[in-house]
């Protein structure tokens, strides 16, 4: 599976973006689907997973209620909606892929996408 991430870029403090990540491969559908984002200096973290109907979804508590990931399976993709963003949301994000059912951790994941730059000023 190659995954494909877009849509990152410059964006003022409580403006929004919207990431898609897009799938080679039709197994899309049965793979549970993660973002992360790793920001200079610290470490790769988890920031929104979903299950591979769509029906599960979980968040990183820094994210709840701005970002809303989202998947249309026939499209294999995945997007992820970032409102009221924050310059600490500035960060390298990676979209990933796992056969099986969600988990959280950078480890688990089967595959992993390029990253797309986003930054935030204040």
């Known amino acids: 599976v190659q995954l494909q991430a877009s849509g990152g870029g410059l964006v003022q403090a409580g403006g929004s973006l919207r990431l898609a990540c897009a799938a080679s491969?039709?197994?899309?559908?049965?793979?549970?689907m993660d973002w992360f984002r790793q920001a200079p200096g610290k470490e790769r973290e988890f920031v929104a997973a979903i299950s591979w109907r769509g029906g599960i979804t979980y968040y990183a508590d820094s994210v709840k209620g701005r970002f809303t990931i989202s998947r249309d399976n026939a499209k294999n993709t995945v997007y992820l909606q970032m409102n009221s963003m924050k310059p600490e949301d500035t960060a390298v994000y990676y979209c990933?892929?796992?056969?099986?059912?969600?988990?959280?951790?950078?480890?688990?994941?089967?595959?992993w996408g390029k990253g797309t730059q986003v930054t935030v000023s204040s």
């Open positions: 491969e039709r197994t899309f559908s049965s793979s549970s």
């Open positions: 990933a892929a796992r056969a099986g059912p969600i988990v959280i951790v950078p480890e688990g994941m089967d595959y």
